[in-house]
């Protein structure tokens, strides 16, 4: 890889689950995501996956709390590139899902094939929705979490249910794995079977997290890092916060001697999917 080689990172601060007894740092409310999504932009973030939570801190679709802790990213970190999610976790029904899309109307958003479309009877309805998804132009990253999943999005392209022709996608490495611990490699199943996808991140389970990220590099990939999947540093220590984490990412850029994108860079890529 060479340094004409581009590629862009994306923070997960915080995810669904973890609370601040699993870590004093995670950011949880809309304020501190602003500030968060800042100190990771200055490490090297350009876009930040968020996720929201409800009064009790558990995990919550609600559109007005999105649209609060987009208002403080845009506040604080300006041109920083936004994902909602539509993740499920084992409360929220496929219209729920949609509803949130629909209401908070975001640039981009993070989505599982396999809870929007979890069998044949939801594909009529899901095929509506990612249809309404390219009229207003919202670009969806989808979830994959197998080679399976990556065999269902292109059969779901193939008949028309998808009409995205180039859909960003991310590799989720380590989420089935025993104590949900990933390596590199778990990288190459997917690499194999999903060439059809120009556009692709990795995340990754674990400890090893900077360096599945840092392989993913290597492939020409994009990396998403942060306390959603992983609490430590390449060394094993716990990470002060995101932005060390973010940092650690950055390095294994520097090393695959690929440029990280800016926000705006980012922003651009993603105008060219929505074409």
């Known amino acids: 890889m060479t340094k004409d080689n581009f590629s862009f990172l994306m923070v997960a601060p915080n995810g669904a689950r973890r609370r601040k007894a699993d870590h ?3 950011p949880l409310t809309a304020p501190e995501l602003g500030i968060e999504a800042a ?3 200055e490490q090297g973030a350009a876009a930040i996956h968020l996720h929201v939570r409800d009064g009790d801190g558990g995990h919550s679709l609600d559109a007005d709390r ?3 802790a987009i208002a403080q990213v845009k506040a604080i970190a300006g041109d920083m590139v936004i994902q909602i999610t539509t993740e499920a976790v084992g409360i929220y029904k496929p219209a729920e899902q949609m509803a949130v899309v629909r209401a908070v109307k975001p640039e981009f958003v993070s989505m599982a094939l396999r809870e929007l479309i979890p069998d044949m009877g939801a594909e009529s309805e899901a095929a509506a929705f990612f249809a309404w998804m390219k009229r207003e132009r919202i670009v969806p990253q989808f979830i994959l979490y197998d080679v399976d999943d990556i065999q269902r999005l292109i059969a779901f392209q193939e008949r028309g249910i998808v009409p995205f022709i ?9 989420r089935y794995a025993k ?7 778990d990288l190459d199943p997917f690499l194999a079977a999903g060439n059809n996808f120009p556009n692709w991140m990795v ?4 400890p090893k997290e900077a360096a599945a990220i840092g392989y993913a590099f290597d492939q020409g990939g994009n990396g998403r890092i942060g306390f959603e999947n992983n609490l430590h540093m390449p060394d094993g220590s716990i990470a002060p916060d995101n932005a060390a984490l973010v940092g650690a ?27």
């Open 24 to 26: 004093p740092a995670i």
């Open 39 to 41: 100190r990771c932009q």
């Open 66 to 68: 999105y649209l609060e």
């Open 166 to 174: 180039a859909p960003p996608v991310i590799y989720v490495l380590g």
């Open 179 to 185: 104590n949900q611990i990933s390596e590199p490699a």
């Open 203 to 206: 995340c990754a389970f674990g």
């Open 249 to 275: 990412a950055a390095l294994e850029a520097e090393r695959a001697g690929c440029n990280l994108m800016t926000s705006a860079q980012v922003h651009e890529m993603l105008a060219q999917v929505r074409r």
